[in-house]
């Protein structure tokens, strides 16, 4: 049975912070590539940031370069999004992904196996 819970969402007022927590449980998380995403209303889902098996490799959308940080801790089958500097831009519901690394990493295609239930981030004015 394939779980992913996340946790950390909210309301914070803009130039705040937020970490976001996913837990994995189900599959064999450090084979796979995880990543977060988000969805705004009235608009399409955007990908945030991506991290490899390992957590050696990552990759972030150009609007949260510098502002957010993804990680993992493997022996916790637990992904991570640290948030900082928060816009009101940044207000979406936010969904944590799994895909199965072969040879390469790619986190930027929506091609992700498993899909956690979403979180809401409200970033106020």
């Known amino acids: 049975q394939v779980q992913l819970v996340e946790s950390g969402g909210g309301l914070v007022q803009a130039g705040g912070s937020l970490r976001l927590s996913c837990a994995a449980s189900?599959?064999?998380?450090?084979?796979?590539?995880m990543g977060w995403f988000r969805q705004a209303p009235g608009k399409e889902q955007e990908f945030v940031a991506g991290i490899s098996r390992r957590g050696v490799q990552t990759s972030y959308a150009d609007s949260v370069q510098d502002r957010f940080t993804i990680s993992r801790d493997n022996a916790k089958n637990t992904l991570y999004l640290q948030m900082d500097s928060l816009k009101p831009e940044d207000t979406a519901v936010y969904y944590c992904?799994?895909?199965?690394?072969?040879?390469?990493?790619?986190?930027?295609?929506?091609?992700?196996?498993?899909w956690g239930q979403g979180t809401q981030v409200t970033v106020s004015s």
């Open positions: 992904a799994a895909r199965l690394q072969g040879g390469s990493f790619v986190p930027r295609s929506p091609k992700y196996d498993y």
């Open positions: 189900g599959f064999t998380f450090s084979t796979y590539t």
